[in-house]
């Protein structure tokens, strides 16, 4: 390895971003004190725990534009996505900025640079995932069958459960290696934070090429189920060399995994946008659990990121990419007039992918918030179908359209409740997960398999969300984000023609040809 490589390696790990200062409850406190107003200072008293507000990451309502929806015309408030208040959606779409570019911006707060030598922080902080990531092919590790390469007791272990999906092989793996390394030190605010950053990407990066090795072998088994452990090994470990060898980066290398073959520049790039978006989640409850358990010192690391891969996979979390292949699989077979009825039947309970909890994704009036992920997920992958790149089967075409009459019934035309039919339409709008599984289903991504995209990025969300966690205690992110990290008003339409596009792609009778 390059020796300056390596030293700006160490370097860039060791720093850490500067802690917010920003307390508005504290500060509203004060005030209240100054002012003698004793039932507010009570009040306030009962919330003086809450901490200064995150610095990673923010989605205000930013971008409006309007869509046609059956002849009434909706305004969207489209909301933003800013980490660090440095890097934007817009900018990582029309850029196209790399993974390690992204991650260094949220794990560090501020852009990677270059130094004198030509050697850069963004090259440094990929050498070191990547390095991490395919050590895979020759590491070791004490299991009930003694010291075995790791890529073999996964192999043994895809063989022996095969219908196990990769979030169960990460699991078992992990419990593994904390159970051959008894001299861990987990998390604690006394670690230096650049080794604790560096024992967080190497545990993560063993864990996504633990989970991505095994859902190639499960594709291999799903072709020829009487394959031996050993040839499953060696067919894994074949790829990766190869991929290592020209030059392809681990996250390059893990989509070829979860597809089960080489990935096509356009089918990785379509991956890559989808997963480099996913990195952080503001909110979302893995990364409120990634946050407790930095707070509690967690003795192990691997632990970390099983706690909140649990979370991740929950069904209220992404999960809900689950209920949508559950629910199209049970109405693929009926006829047209049965699975409009089975659609309008779901919508007035939970419609799988769409709505959501925290923000004001349905309503009555004519102004709605919508999440642009769909779309910056979607439209790639609507533009490589067009463009030839990517082929449909009957049967993803067929499924691919009732997701879209779903889009049509949910948003565009709305839905009236038992008892309401003298108010306007209820719309929902998609969310994250809608265009998680349009995409992975286009792809034919194995249905086990497909929030193990989010898992790869979203892990180093987690990352920063501990580095911040172990200097302000703030446990759940839904405060109000530090300001200086809030997106400011633009003239930039990026986010707007995205989903204005896939809007009026999924108006159209038929989006996806045939």
């Known amino acids: 390895m390059n020796k300056n490589l390596e030293a700006k ?78 890097v ?108 604790l950053l560096v024992e967080f990407i190497e545990t993560h990066m063993e864990n996504v090429a633990v989970g991505t090795v095994s859902t190639y072998m499960r594709h291999q088994l799903r072709d020829n189920n009487a394959l031996h452990p050993q040839v499953l090994a060696m067919r894994a470990s074949d790829l990766i060399t190869e991929h290592e060898k020209d030059g392809k980066t ?110 004001a994704a349905a309503g009555r009036s004519d102004e709605i918030q919508q999440d642009p992920r769909p779309a910056i997920y979607f439209n790639p992958f609507l533009e490589a179908l067009d463009n030839g790149d990517i082929q449909l089967s009957d049967r993803q075409r067929k499924r691919l359209q009732i997701a879209q009459r779903i889009y049509q019934l949910a948003f565009i035309e709305g839905f009236i409740r038992p008892g309401r039919e003298d108010q306007p339409p209820l719309r929902l709008t998609p969310n994250t997960d809608f265009g998680g599984w349009s995409v992975q289903e286009g792809l034919d991504i194995y249905e086990t398999d497909r929030t193990l995209l989010t898992y790869i990025f979203r892990g180093f969300g987690w990352m920063m969300d501990a580095r911040e966690q172990l200097q302000l205690k703030i446990i759940r992110p839904v405060i109000p984000p530090h300001p200086d990290v809030i997106p400011k008003p633009t003239d930039d339409m990026t986010i707007s023609n995205e989903v204005v596009a896939l809007h009026n792609r999924m108006a159209d009778k038929d989006a996806f040809g045939g």
Not at 11 to 16: F, G, N, P, Q, Y
Not at 40 to 63: C, D, E, K, R, Y
Not at 169 to 177: D, Y
Not at 267 to 275: K, T
């Open 250 to 359: 681990a996250f390059q290398t893990s989509y070829s995994l979860l597809l089960g073959r080489e990935a096509t520049p356009v089918e990785a790039n379509i991956l890559e946008r989808m997963g480099i978006i996913q990195t952080h989640h503001g909110s979302a409850g893995s990364n409120v659990v990634a946050r407790y358990l930095a707070t509690l010192h967690t003795g192990a690391v691997s632990d970390f990121f099983v706690a909140s891969q649990m979370t991740l996979d929950g069904n209220r979390h992404f999960g809900a990419i689950h209920d949508m292949t559950a629910f199209i699989n049970q109405i693929e077979s009926l006829d047209d007039a049965a699975l409009e009825e089975a659609i309008q039947e779901r919508m007035l309970t939970a419609l799988p992918t769409f709505g959501h909890p925290e923000i």
């Open 88 to 195: 934007s959606e817009s900018e990582i779409i029309a850029d196209r900025l790399s993974p390690a570019y992204v991650i260094f911006v949220g794990l560090f707060g501020r852009r990677p640079e270059a130094d004198a030598d030509g050697i850069d922080e963004e090259a440094a902080l990929t050498e070191l995932i990547d390095r991490k990531f395919y050590e895979i092919a020759t590491a070791r590790r004490e299991s009930l069958a003694g010291n075995q390469r790791l890529i073999n007791q996964v192999a043994e272990f895809v063989k022996a459960f095969p219908d196990a999906g990769p979030e169960a092989v990460i699991q078992h793996f992990s419990t593994l290696r904390k159970l051959t390394n008894p001299d861990q030190k987990g998390i604690t605010g006394t670690r230096d934070p650049g080794d």
């Open 9 to 86: 390696q160490a370097s860039a790990v060791s720093e850490l971003p500067e802690a917010s200062v920003y307390s508005p409850v504290t500060d509203a406190l004060n005030r209240a004190t100054e002012l003698g107003e004793d039932q507010i200072v009570a009040v306030l008293n009962g919330v003086s725990s809450m901490p200064q507000s995150t610095t990673v990451f923010a989605n205000p309502a930013l971008h409006k534009t309007a869509v046609d929806c059956a002849g009434t015309e909706m305004t969207l408030n489209i909301r933003s996505f800013a980490l660090r208040g440095i």
